[in-house]
T-cell receptor, first 119, second 114 residues
Framework: AQKITQTQPGMFVQEKEAVTLDCTYD???????LFWYKQPSSGEMIFLIY??????QNATEGRYSLNFQKARKSANLVISASQLGDSAMYFC????????????????FGKGTHLIIQP | EAQVTQNPRYLITVTGKKLTVTCSQN?????MSWYRQDPGLGLRQIYY???????DKGDVPEGYKVSRKEKRNFPLILESPSPNQTSLYFC?????????????FGAGTRLSVL
């Protein structure tokens, strides 16, 4: 079975500072994908960044980067130069290859981190 | 514009009154899925479909039905809703079931069952 752990229920950060949101995972799948989603107060789920388990380099998308440490099973999201609009819930999720027998082939989500950017 | 469209966005109903939440995607995705989001429990998968006429249970399928008669549509049916199905529901789609494929989400449907 797959599991995602986000240990920070909430974070307060000053505007323009960098933010690191923690995510650890557990899976027996040899091939998997790791994703981060942002959920603002309006409720929609917005895809931010993806990292494949066999990718050699850490993923980056604009101000977002993923600090992927495979041996430690961690996939932390880094937001550089935070902005007020970054205030939201952030979810780490993974998707396996289905080899583990889980069958659902969907995303397994963590409980999320509520990030608040202060001016 | 590539998108996943859910309707309605908000729904208040009473126990036992059948309802359908529609989901449509215009990206020609093979894989579609329904999730529910509850405080403290995060998002959990209800049902998924790997292609037309192929559906299967996720982690919390009890009380729900789905169908996939066309590639673009994946409605969620609650035959006899109960208060414990009050939740925020998301439809999502991806190109295929592969781990690398990004799942794109609809805007969500807030359901209250009285």
């Amino acid at each position: 079975a797959q599991k995602i752990t986000q240990t920070q229920p909430g974070m307060f950060v000053q505007e323009k500072e960098a933010v690191t949101l923690d995510c650890t995972y557990d899976t027996s799948d040899p091939s998997y994908g790791l994703f981060w989603y942002k959920q603002p107060s309006s409720g929609e789920m917005i895809f931010l960044i993806y990292q494949g388990s066999y990718d050699q380099q850490n993923a980056t998308e604009g101000r977002y980067s993923l600090n992927f440490q495979k041996a430690r099973k961690s996939a932390n999201l880094v937001i550089s130069a935070s902005q007020l609009g970054d205030s939201a819930m952030y979810f780490c999720a993974m998707r396996g290859s289905g080899d583990s027998g889980g069958g659902a082939d969907g995303l397994t989500f963590g409980k999320g981190t509520h990030l608040i950017i202060q001016p | 514009e590539a998108q996943v469209t859910q309707n309605p966005r908000y729904l208040i109903t009473v126990t036992g009154k059948k309802l359908t939440v529609t989901c449509s995607q215009n990206m020609n995705h093979e894989y579609m899925s329904w999730y529910r989001q509850d405080p403290g429990l995060g998002l959990r998968q209800i049902y998924y479909s790997m292609n037309v006429e192929v559906t299967d249970k996720g982690d919390v399928p009890e009380g729900y039905k789905v169908s996939r008669k066309e590639k673009r549509n994946f409605p969620l049916i609650l035959e006899s809703p109960s208060p414990n199905q009050t939740s925020l529901y998301f439809c999502a789609s991806s190109l295929s079931v592969l781990a690398k494929n990004i799942q794109y989400f609809g805007a969500g449907t807030r359901l209250s069952v009285l």
